[in-house]
T-cell receptor, first 114, second 117 residues
Framework: GQNIDQPTEMTATEGAIVQINCTYQ??????LFWYQQHAGEAPTFLSY????GLEEKGRFSSFLSRSKGYSYLLLKELQMKDSASYLC???????????????FGRGTQLTVWP | DAGVIQSPRHEVTEMGQEVTLRCKPI?????LFWYRQTMMRGLELLIY????????DSGMPEDRFSAKMPNASFSTLKIQPSEPRDSAVYFC???????????????FGPGTRLLVL
C-alpha cells in the first residue's frame, strides 16, 4: 500500500499564492495526481506528474521529487472559487501488464478569504 | 458529452435492507472504479474493473459487498445486508487505460449519498 500525508487545512487570501504539500511512501511508484473536490461534489482532475520537476497548467502547477517522496500543488492568483479540498493521489505499479490503482490522501481543505 | 452517470443520487434505507448502486461509465472508457468516501477514512478504492473484468477487489470491506460489470456500459455495487457503518458517499469513476500509457485520468461521477438507518 501507500502512506500519503498532506495538511488537513490551509487558509489564504484572494490574489495570494498557496502551496499544498504532499509526502508519500510507496512500494512501487507509478505517478502522482492532484484532484480538486468542492463540497458536495465529485473530485475533478487537476494535474499529473510521473517524472521529477514542475508541471504548469494555468494558475495551477504541480511539482514532484521521486527521490524525496514529495509533491506540491501551487495555486497562484487565488480566487474565492478555489476554496475546496485538494486530494493528493499516488498510483502504484499494477501486476503484470495492468496499470496500478490510486491511493488518495485525506485531502487539504483550502479556504480562500476575500 | 455525458460524464459518468450514477443512480440513485441519494438513498436512505434501513439496516438489513439490500442496496444497489448503479454506474454508467463514459462511453469508450475501459476501466471502472468504485470508491467510498467518509470523513473518517477519506476516499478509498473498493474495486476496479478493466475491460469488464475485476482486477483488484482488495478494498471491498466484506462479503456483504459485491460488484458486477456485465458489459462495458454498466456496473453495479450491491450491499446486502446494509449496516449503518456503510453510510458514505459512493463514487464511480471511469478511465481509458492504454497499455504503456501512464497519463490515465479518472473521471468521477456525482456520487450516491447513502444513509443506512
Amino acid at each position: 500500500g501507500q502512506n500519503i500525508d498532506q495538511p488537513t487545512e490551509m487558509t489564504a487570501t484572494e490574489g495570494a499564492i498557496v502551496q499544498i504539500n504532499c509526502t508519500y511512501q510507496t512500494s512501487g511508484f507509478n505517478g502522482l495526481f492532484w484532484y480538486q473536490q468542492h463540497a458536495g461534489e465529485a473530485p475533478t482532475f487537476l494535474s499529473y506528474n510521473v517524472l521529477d520537476g514542475l508541471e504548469e497548467k494555468g494558475r495551477f502547477s504541480s511539482f514532484l521529487s521521486r527521490s524525496k517522496g514529495y509533491s506540491y500543488l501551487l495555486l497562484k492568483e487565488l480566487q474565492m472559487k478555489d476554496s475546496a479540498s485538494y486530494l493528493c493521489a499516488v498510483r502504484d505499479r499494477g501486476r503484470g501488464s495492468t496499470l496500478g490503482r490510486l491511493y488518495f490522501g485525506r485531502g487539504t481543505q483550502l479556504t480562500v478569504w476575500p | 458529452d455525458a460524464g459518468v452517470i450514477q443512480s440513485p443520487r441519494h438513498e436512505v434505507t434501513e439496516m438489513g435492507q439490500e442496496v444497489t448502486l448503479r454506474c454508467k461509465p463514459i462511453s469508450g472508457h475501459n476501466s471502472l472504479f468504485w470508491y467510498r468516501q467518509t470523513m473518517m477514512r477519506g476516499l478509498e478504492l473498493l474495486i476496479y474493473f478493466n475491460n469488464n473484468v475485476p482486477i483488484d477487489d482488495s478494498g471491498m470491506p466484506e462479503d456483504r459487498f459485491s460488484a458486477k460489470m456485465p458489459n462495458a456500459s454498466f456496473s453495479t455495487l450491491k450491499i446486502q445486508p446494509s449496516e449503518p457503518r456503510d453510510s458514505a458517499v459512493y463514487f464511480c469513476a471511469s478511465s481509458l487505460r492504454i497499455s504503456g500509457g501512464a497519463g490515465e485520468t479518472q473521471y468521477f461521477g456525482p456520487g450516491t449519498r447513502l444513509l443506512v438507518l
